[in-house]
């Protein structure tokens, strides 16, 4: 359960203010179809993240577990201070608009999760927790629908409200605690 609860935790705080957050926003106030858009980021989500935990197992058979401890310890370190960076959304979704929100919304998340920190924390996740591939995959899944649902639910009024400065100093903070707990278990 810990490979469960860790990947949900740190995904669902790496998303927090992230551009497929921002994403799931701009595509809520365009499409006003919230139920396409949401199984849209699911299957993108579970399709990038299944193949980024692929590649986190790939990548275990090389490294000593107390170097992935390290690394995993050290990425959360890293993500405390990236959140400290906000994302700006590109105007990349005017093309792909006309597919509809199911296929627009899968082919922007998709993309959009390559290279991102929480496809990241999905490679070394699945690494640190070989043995439970399919947790760490649910659990990236899970988070990044608990950070991005309610806004696609929500849309423009409460995005609003939300002092992004503050959101983002506390995923900081959060990250830097998930950094330290890694490094004492």
């Given amino acids: 359960m810990e490979a469960l609860t860790t990947s949900t935790l740190a995904v669902a705080i790496a998303e927090i203010g992230d551009k497929t957050q921002l994403l799931a926003l ?11 858009i949401i199984v849209g980021i699911l299957a993108a989500t579970l399709l990038n993240h299944g193949l980024a935990g692929w590649v986190g197992v790939w990548v275990q058979q ?18 405390a201070c990236w959140m400290l960076i906000p994302d700006k959304l590109d105007d990349e979704d005017g093309t792909l608009r006309r597919y509809g929100p199911f296929i627009t919304t899968f082919m922007l998340f998709f993309l959009a999760e390559m290279g991102d920190k929480t496809q990241l924390a999905t490679v070394l996740l699945a690494a640190r927790f ?8 649910a659990g ?4 990044m ?8 639910l929500i849309g423009k009024k409460g995005a609003e409200r939300i002092p992004m400065k503050w959101i983002h100093g506390a995923s900081a903070l959060l990250f830097l605690i998930l950094g330290i707990t890694t490094l004492w278990w």
């Fill in 26 to 36: 701009v595509l809520s106030c365009r499409f006003r179809k919230p139920l396409p």
């Fill in 62 to 79: 090389w490294l000593d577990p107390d170097w992935l401890r390290y690394l995993l310890a050290g990425s959360f370190f890293i993500m």
């Fill in 130 to 137: 070989v043995e439970d591939y399919w947790l760490v995959v």
């Fill in 140 to 143: 990236t899944t899970l988070g």
């Fill in 145 to 152: 629908m608990a950070a991005n649902v309610p806004v696609v």
